[in-house]
């Protein structure tokens, strides 16, 4: 971004909340820090976003580094409302669906830029067995568990803080799930760190631990849409995913146990083509996903560049590198134009996709897939780094 408009934005950021600096290094009074011509350490803003139905306070934080990017995150599900990034121009647009205010979020939302637990994904029938016990999960997608269940993860308060880092200081929220919590053993203390660095790129960095066995799949749900532009769909956005293979499903998205080869198939994204060149062909997974909805076995492990999405006509290009070894790739089939967008509309069929980072769906049940058991003792740790630029 040209540094007027960013000093611009620092501005009406200063201005436009009644400011509380979480963390600022330089410990610039918020008037003064708007006049240094450039920030030098990453400024978290918090305001307040309202009160949930049951009366809890729920707040906002804005990140923003040096370049400008500004990241908006709800303390309700750990939600991203707000993420901006630059096109080919330098000019900073928000590239993810969302509201602006909390009663949509609570009233119905597609997991828009949610934090996802316990078990980001699907689990056949709510139900999974560990040494020897069985656990019936709530339902709350056809017969099948989704993303946690009624109450997931998105759908709870976050507690917030501030984490120390290099280039100033990260928002780090924690959740303590209780025993029993949606029928998962175990009492769960997640941890989620927002870590925007001044190349652009937001770390998400995950950590859990649990003081009786259970599973645990955190990922985060953000919509892009890098036109910027909401009205449009993401058909034109040209995709590379680092996969061989993908998950084939049954008519309730659930695994077969089967990896496919992508070869041949409209599920080859190894060399970009834009995510409408195939996604009409006639083909079975196709149908049973109404359209992409499947987890990609990512190639390759550890931390690695895993995906890319790229519009031509904004130059944005986005890159997510991650260590877990699936990518649920989900191009929004199922916004239908009911949810309304902010200054007027509403959401179209897919105008919004996913890249959501995780272990396989339904792997408590399916025991050639890497696990997602964590027991006592034991750390989940896992991160996902969203980057954008543009060319
Ligand atoms: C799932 C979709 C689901 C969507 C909810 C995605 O992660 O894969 O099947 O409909 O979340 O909006």
């Known amino acids: 971004m040209n540094k007027p408009f960013s000093h611009l934005l620092t501005i009406a950021l200063v201005a436009a909340t009644s400011i509380f600096m979480v963390n600022c ?23 307040s976003f309202g009160t949930t139905a049951d ?30 990034a630059p096109d080919k121009a330098g000019n900073y647009a928000n590239v993810v669906l969302g509201y602006d205010n909390l009663a949509q979020y609570e009233k119905a939302t597609p997991y828009f830029g949610a934090l996802i637990g316990r ?10 067995t560990l040494d020897g ?55 769960l203390t997640s941890t989620v760190v927002y870590h925007l660095t001044d190349d652009n790129a937001l770390e998400v960095s995950y950590e859990a631990t ?47 146990g089967e990896l496919k080869p992508v070869e041949k198939t409209p599920f080859d994204f190894r060399q970009a083509k834009t995510i409408g ?30 995906s890319t999405a790229y519009h031509a006509g904004t130059g944005r290009l986005l890159e997510v590198s991650t260590d877990e070894p699936g990518i649920q790739f989900y191009c929004g089939n199922f916004l239908d134009g009911t949810l309304p967008m902010p200054g007027g509309g509403t959401y179209a069929h897919r105008t919004g996709f996913c890249l959501e980072t995780q272990h396989y769906p339904d792997s408590p049940n399916q025991s050639s897939f890497p696990t997602t058991t964590l027991a006592p003792g034991e750390k989940y740790e896992t991160k996902t780094t969203f980057k954008f630029s543009a060319k």
């Not at 290094?25 to 978290?44: C, D, F, M, Q, Y």
């Not at 066995?213 to 058909?235: C, E």
């Not at 996604?279 to 109404?290: C, Y």
Request: glycine share 10%; hydrophobic share 30%.
């Open 25 to 47: 290094k330089n410990e610039t009074p918020p008037t003064e820090a708007a006049e240094t011509p450039a920030p030098a350490a990453i400024a978290i803003a918090k305001t």
């Open 55 to 84: 009366g809890q306070a729920v707040d906002k934080f804005t990140l923003k580094n040096k370049q400008g990017m500004q990241v908006d995150v709800i303390t309700y599900g750990g939600i991203i409302t707000t993420w901006t």
């Open 119 to 128: 078990y980001g994904n699907r689990i056949a029938k709510g139900k999974f």
């Open 133 to 187: 016990q069985t656990y019936q999960l709530e339902t709350n997608d056809g017969p099948n568990t989704l993303h946690g269940g009624v109450k997931g993860f998105d759908k709870v308060v976050w507690t917030a803080s501030e984490q120390p880092v290099d280039n100033g200081s990260a928002l780090k929220l924690t959740y303590v799930s209780k025993d029993g919590e949606g029928g998962y053993p175990g009492t």
């Open 210 to 256: 649990t003081d009786k066995k259970t599973v645990v799949n955190l990922t985060q749900h953000s919509y892009f849409n890098l036109s910027g532009d909401f009205t449009k769909p993401i058909l034109d956005h040209e995709l590379t995913i680092d996969a061989d293979k993908f998950i084939p499903v049954d008519v309730t998205l659930i695994p077969t």
């Open 277 to 306: 060149k195939d996604i009409e062909q006639k083909d079975d997974q196709l149908t049973k996903g109404k359209g992409y909805d499947h987890c990609w076995v990512l190639n390759g492990q550890g931390f690695r560049k895993v």
